[in-house]
């Protein structure tokens, strides 16, 4: 019998802790998996973690992580997938508030053929505010990463452990991972859950944004250009010192026929910027090249499924 690791990440949710706990036991007692649960309280300031102590006593199968301060989900998933043991993971963040019943149809989609499930909340009962940022990051995901999912962020997902032991997940990297999966040539797909009503933070500072756009932009780099970065920064670079190699040549002419002066004008600064803004990326992408040379037999940017040896 297969076993599940259940990972979740807590936060002062102290209100919540004893359904949410009731919850998952059955839902994975009426399941066809070995099971243990993994609980990593992210910090809590309230009684989170007393009250998990409190109905575990009688568990074997509970683990319980503390963390000495809140170091956030990523970290929190981290330290729970390095406790767990489980063949099958299944993470959530208890901030987004599921029902666990709906769990299953996370674990029927991985049973048809998929090597990971991600959650889409739905319908959502969290803010307005959430939901609109929350549709402006994953419409921006899909479109730059080609990764059909609705709710990428939702903070639930079950998926394979060789998955996850194919794939390099750190910083707030979680976030990706079904990116980084389909870009390994895993199967994802995704299975609606129920988000269950009540209090959630609101995400209203603009450095939270600016955070997970910088995101996007370093998983589509890392995953399309890791081990060609000459192709991403030189075209770029070449981009930038050929429109401004063309304005410099047009006011050389333009001097040298005395069509008029040149000196202040501001597209004589354009134009110098653009070649110095250009050869400098041609030069970062020269020199990544060159750190990608030398280490490039420990780098591997392809995942293997299975070998078949012939006969000998």
Known sequence: MKKISVIISLYNIEDHIE???????????????????????????????????KLSKDNPVVSLIKMRSQFGEASAFTAGLKQSTGDVILYFTARVKINPDYLSALITKLEQGNDLVVGWRYPRKDSKLNQIISKMFNAITKKLSKVKLHDINSGVFVTKREVLDNINVYGDMHNFIPVLAERQGYKID??????????????????????????????????????????????????????????????????????????GRPLLLLGALLLVIGIQLISIGLLGEMIIFTHARDIKEYNIEEIIESDK
């Open 19 to 53: 359904s949410l706990y009731n919850g998952l036991t059955t839902f994975l007692k009426n399941s066809n998996y070995s099971f243990e649960l993994v609980f990593v309280d992210d910090g809590s300031l309230d009684a989170t973690y007393q009250k998990i102590v």
């Open 190 to 263: 995704e299975a609606k859950i129920e988000q269950l009503p009540g209090k959630f933070r609101k995400s209203k500072y603009f450095r939270e944004y600016l955070q997970r756009l910088l995101d996007i932009i370093t998983v589509i780099f890392l995953t399309n250009y890791s081990k060609k970065p000459i192709h991403f920064l030189g075209f770029v670079g070449a981009l930038f010192t050929l429109t401004g190699a063309v304005i410099e040549i047009y006011l050389f002419v333009y001097r040298l026929l005395l069509l008029g002066p040149i000196a």
